[in-house]
Antibody
Framework: EVQLVESGGGLIQPGGSLRLSCAASGFTFSSYNMNWVRQAPGKGLEWVSYISSSSSPIYYADSVKGRFTISRDNAKNSLYLHMNSLRAEDTAVYYC???????????WGQGTLVTVPS | EIVMTQSPGTLSVSPGERATLSCRASQSVNSNLAWYQQKPGRAPRLLIYGASTRATGFPVRFSGSGSGTEFTLTISSLQSEDFAVYYCQQYNNWPQTFGQGTKLEIK
């Protein structure tokens, strides 16, 4: 069974940093592209960042470019999102998602909440 | 950036009836269109990809159609478990973008 488990969320002051992790199991992690997608409270889905199975290419949404860094460790079956210079508008549930063809996401984690007070 | 527009924002339908949800792209996305179902407090779940291919675990009452800029998700006979929010997503161009969602509620 495919499992994606996010961790690392919490309450962080504006300007602070946080690292989210996503532990993958039940599939060959190194063969899959991955995405981070976020959802602000009561709002819709927003794609954040993409990393291919080999870690190149990598893409970011304009809203996080220069502040967030996506990475992965295929030996540890883990995906990461390093978030710096956090703002109130970054408050959201962050999901990691498996992307078979670098497009749609066929499996999602349960999400981890990041709260940045205004 | 391609803008995805879903309509209506909220759709009220009675169980057993048919529901039709629309998604429009600001430019052609070919057939690179997915639909997701999200229930309260849960992660989204892939429903349709390639505009019309149903994902594992969803029954045949769910169907997707369209290409280019106009897409439709049809649920032929609504069951209680189908009431949720539905999002479309284009993955033809970076950045991939989502519609704002359609909330399907019980009438």
């Amino acid at each position: 069974e495919v499992q994606l488990v996010e961790s690392g969320g919490g309450l962080i002051q504006p300007g602070g940093s946080l690292r989210l992790s996503c532990a993958a199991s039940g599939f060959t992690f190194s063969s899959y592209n991955m995405n981070w997608v976020r959802q602000a409270p009561g709002k819709g889905l927003e794609w954040v960042s993409y990393i291919s199975s080999s870690s190149s290419p990598i893409y970011y949404a304009d809203s996080v470019k220069g502040r967030f860094t996506i990475s992965r460790d295929n030996a540890k079956n883990s995906l990461y999102l390093h978030m710096n210079s956090l703002r109130a508008e970054d408050t959201a549930v962050y999901y990691c998602a498996r992307s078979p063809w670098g497009g749609y996401d066929d499996s999602w984690g349960q999400g981890t909440l990041v709260t940045v007070p205004s | 950036e391609i803008v995805m527009t879903q309509s209506p924002g909220t759709l009220s339908v009675s169980p057993g009836e048919r529901a039709t949800l629309s998604c429009r792209a600001s430019q052609s996305v070919n057939s690179n269109l997915a639909w997701y179902q999200q229930k309260p407090g849960r992660a989204p779940r892939l429903l349709i990809y390639g505009a019309s291919t149903r994902a594992t675990g969803f029954p045949v009452r769910f169907s997707g159609s369209g290409s280019g800029t106009e897409f439709t998700l049809t649920i032929s006979s609504l069951q209680s478990e189908d009431f949720a929010v539905y999002y479309c997503q284009q993955y033809n161009n970076w950045p991939q973008t989502f519609g704002q969602g359609t909330k399907l509620e019980i009438k």
